[in-house]
């Protein structure tokens, strides 16, 4: 028997446990084992909860019980589940982990010492939630060289544009309503100002190239600034409004970023809405592959957590292969970076507009006296930033064009 120790009981860890007490018959097979969840690790107590028994309050009870083989890190941030982790895989024990901040952070280090104790750190659920996106990299995708990572990494975003797009509304008026509907945090500021996107695709772009992209040099943009009105206009070029997590890796340059893009109807994230989540991986022999699910939640995020313990089980004091160095990844400027952009400008700057991007389309909608819809040509993002700095309160809004 493979006895489970899960840290933290909120709503992941909750998760982990209903996912193991319900599928137990099918994940006992296709682990080749039993197991059974020990001890559940929480600083509260939940009187009359069916696992009332298993909760334990010292966490050196699991860390010293020779039994415990496996635990499930769902307590998130990077104080106290930082320090257990490291006990835990200190002591042999495998960890398998929800927490993107702590993945991103200290991923490689927890790695190395995972490998240096013949135990397993997994974390497929700290992106995308219940979407398969780690192991496809680490095993189906092995045989490519991975050139591009697009994706949309986080629902409570992805819910707010798909709302705003689908009833007109402003920015602020469906935040509130996401925040009442438990879609958004009280403090959503991670969700909105990009830095959970940011976190995610620091951990793909890592995998990708197989060394550390710090996410804390990615640049990031979140979706404050949209509003009604460029929707209005992405409608009117039968496009979208999307927040993306991206990264490139060609010959000529690395790099990731974090923002809002327009995009075509033809792309296939044109349809994820609410809050789904969706990957693209391009690579250089099989093309475009999609990954596409909900990103976050109890149950679906739970499913990945008990995934990579299904693994850990699979392989007792064997580390699975994960290309993820420490010596950091050089990123391209991204100002160097070609693109068009969409601009949407005050109705008498339109002639100024013009001069200082030629070449591009204006976009007409009917009965917007206001201001006006502008598409460059593609130019380096560096002199893009320049003229519209120089243009000032003209410029109401600019978004990155897609494809």
Not at 73 to 90: P, R
Not at 262 to 268: A, F, L, Q
Not at 384 to 391: G, I, Q, R
Request: glycine share 10%; charged share 25%.
């Amino acid at each position: 028997m493979i006895k489970v120790a899960v840290l933290g009981y909120g709503t992941v860890g909750s998760g982990v446990v209903e996912v193991i007490e319900k599928n137990k018959e099918l994940i006992n097979k296709r682990s080749a084992a039993e197991l059974e969840v020990k001890y559940i690790l929480d600083l509260r107590d939940f009187p009359g909860d069916p696992y009332e028994s298993k909760l334990v309050h010292d966490v050196n009870i699991i860390m010293e019980d020779e039994e415990i083989s496996i635990v499930c890190e769902t307590m998130g941030g990077v104080g106290a589940a930082y320090k257990f982790t490291k006990m835990a895989l200190e002591s042999g024990k495998s960890v398998c982990t929800s927490n993107k901040e702590l993945v991103a952070k200290y991923g490689p280090e927890l790695l190395q010492i995972a490998k240096a104790h013949s135990c397993n750190y997994l974390f497929e659920a700290s992106v995308g939630g219940g979407i398969p996106i780690i192991r496809p990299i680490n095993t189906a995708l092995t045989a490519e060289k991975i050139e591009a990572i697009t994706g949309i990494l986080n629902g409570t975003t992805n819910y707010i544009l798909s709302k705003m797009e689908k009833e007109g509304a402003d920015f602020e008026d469906v935040l509130k309503e996401a925040q009442e509907k438990g879609y958004a945090e009280r403090n959503p500021e991670a969700d909105v100002e990009g830095h959970d996107a940011c976190r995610k695709i620091a951990i793909l772009s890592s995998l990708m190239l197989g060394k550390t992209v710090d996410s804390e040099k990615i640049y990031t943009e979140g979706i404050t600034k949209i509003t009604a009105a460029d929707f209005v206009y992405a409608k009117a070029m039968g496009r979208s409004i999307k927040l993306f997590g991206m990264s490139r890796n060609t010959e000529n340059e690395t790099w990731a970023m974090v923002s809002p893009f327009m995009i075509s109807n033809e792309n296939p994230l044109y349809m994820v809405s609410g809050v789904f989540n969706a990957i693209c991986v391009r690579g250089n022999m099989l093309g475009d592959s999609m990954y596409y699910g909900r990103g976050a939640g109890k149950l679906p995020t739970a499913s990945a957590v008990v995934g990579d313990v299904v693994d850990c089980a699979r392989n007792q004091g064997k580390t699975l292969p994960c290309l993820w160095d420490a010596e950091e990844a050089v990123l391209s400027d991204i100002g160097e970076v070609e693109r068009s952009f969409f601009i949407r400008v005050k109705a008498d700057a339109l002639d100024d507009v013009k001069a200082a991007f030629p070449g591009g389309e204006v976009i007409a909608v009917d009965g917007r006296a206001e201001d006006k819809g502008y598409v460059t040509v593609a130019l380096k993002e560096k002199e893009f930033a320049a003229k519209c700095e120089a243009l000032g309160d003209a410029v109401l809004n600019r978004i990155r064009m897609g494809e």
